[in-house]
Every structure is written in structure tokens, then in C-alpha cells.
């Protein structure tokens, strides 16, 4: 049984930082493309990275317009974690943030919520002005 477990969010100011982790259980972690969307009140759930493993210490990494420069995604295979640092945090962040994940093989869309298979229980993030 897959199962993701998110953690990290909270509440910060404009311009904090804060990192979220997602932990996953029951799939090669090396195997997958993880990602992390996000959705706000009223909105629909949106693309803000993904990351992929190429073999050994190779990776790749994707992100949405309005986090670039700002959010790093990263991993570790060990821990089959993978995290996001958020960094010049807005308050057109706040949202809840889920991870999600699904086998990197057939997967044509890194952006699309339909891709992913697996999805964490979400976590709150609040950026205050």
C-alpha cells in the first residue's frame, strides 16, 4: 500500500521561508516522479514542481512560473523523501500543499494533477501579509 505523509507547512510572514517534506512508503521512491501541487480556497489544484530521478545522484527538476527562483525541490532516495524549500514566501502562496507521486514510465505531463496516482493528506500553508 502506497502512502505519502506531508509535513512542514505552518504559518510564516511575507519573505519567510519554510520547507515541507514528503515521506513515501511502498514504491521505489527512484522509480517515480514525485510532485507538489497546491490548492487554495475556492481554486482548483495547481502544478508547483516535480522532480525525477535519471539514475544515481542524477536528477530533474520542473517548476511553475510563479515559484521559480523562489521554491527548490530536492530528494533523498535513502529517506524516500523528497522536499520543497519555499523561500520569498507570498501571500498568493497560501494554500494547502500535497504531494503526489506515480511511476516516471508513461508519464507524458509533469504539470497535470491527472497524472499522479498517489497523493498525501495535504498540509497548510499561510503566508501572512
Known amino acids: 500500500q502506497v502512502q505519502l505523509v506531508e509535513s512542514g507547512g505552518g504559518l510564516v510572514q511575507a519573505g519567510g521561508s519554510l520547507r515541507l517534506s514528503c515521506t513515501a512508503s511502498?514504491?521505489?521512491?527512484?522509480?517515480?516522479?514525485m510532485g507538489w501541487f497546491r490548492q487554495a480556497p475556492g481554486m482548483e489544484r495547481e502544478f508547483v514542481a516535480a522532480?525525477?530521478?535519471?539514475?544515481?545522484?542524477?536528477?530533474?527538476?520542473y517548476y511553475a512560473d510563479p515559484v521559480k527562483g523562489r521554491f527548490t525541490i530536492s530528494g533523498d532516495n535513502a529517506k524516500n523523501t523528497v522536499y520543497l524549500q519555499m523561500n520569498s514566501l507570498k501571500p498568493e502562496d497560501t494554500a494547502v500543499y500535497y504531494c503526489?507521486?506515480?511511476?516516471?514510465?508513461?508519464?507524458?505531463?509533469?504539470?497535470?494533477?491527472?497524472?499522479?496516482?498517489?497523493w498525501g493528506q495535504g498540509t497548510q500553508v499561510t503566508v501572512s501579509s
Open positions: 503526489a507521486e506515480r511511476p516516471t514510465e508513461g508519464l507524458r505531463n509533469y504539470y497535470s494533477v491527472y497524472e499522479y496516482y498517489y
Open positions: 511502498g514504491r521505489t521512491f527512484s522509480r517515480d516522479t
Open positions: 522532480i525525477r530521478w535519471g539514475g544515481g545522484s542524477v536528477y530533474y527538476a
